[in-house]
């Protein structure tokens, strides 16, 4: 059974930094691609970086240069490095593995993802 915990999250100011953790169970970890994804209110969760087994990242436009995404095989974990955070970046957040930059409608089970809350 996989197992997705997501930490992290919290309140912070603009222009502060938090570091994002996720873990994940019941998958051989170092064969998966992972990526990290956001729903903000009323909005569609998107995909906001992602990490292959490879270690090749993507990231979306309005998070490059501030977002970094890494990856811990010996822990099973992947990092979410964010800084000069933005209100707009407020949201829960979340990840997922086994597809390389998809979209989230490829995943039918989540986490229960952490809140991110940028106040200005």
């Known amino acids: 059974q996989v197992r997705v915990a997501e930490s992290g999250g919290g309140l912070v100011q603009a222009g502060g930094s938090l570091r994002l953790s996720c873990t994940i169970s019941?998958?051989?970890?170092?064969?998966?691609?992972i990526g990290w994804y956001r729903q903000a209110p009323g909005k569609q969760r998107e995909l906001v970086a992602a990490?292959?087994?490879?270690?090749?990242?993507k990231y979306i436009d309005s998070v490059k240069g501030r977002f970094t995404i890494s990856r811990d095989n010996a822990k099973n974990t992947v990092f979410l490095q964010m800084n000069s955070l933005k209100p707009e970046d407020t949201a829960i957040y979340y990840c997922n593995a086994g597809c390389y930059g998809c979209s989230a409608d490829f995943f039918t089970s989540w986490g229960q993802g952490t809140q991110v809350t940028v106040s200005s």
């Open positions: 990490i292959t087994a490879g270690r090749i990242t």
């Open positions: 019941g998958i051989t970890f170092s064969w998966n691609d």
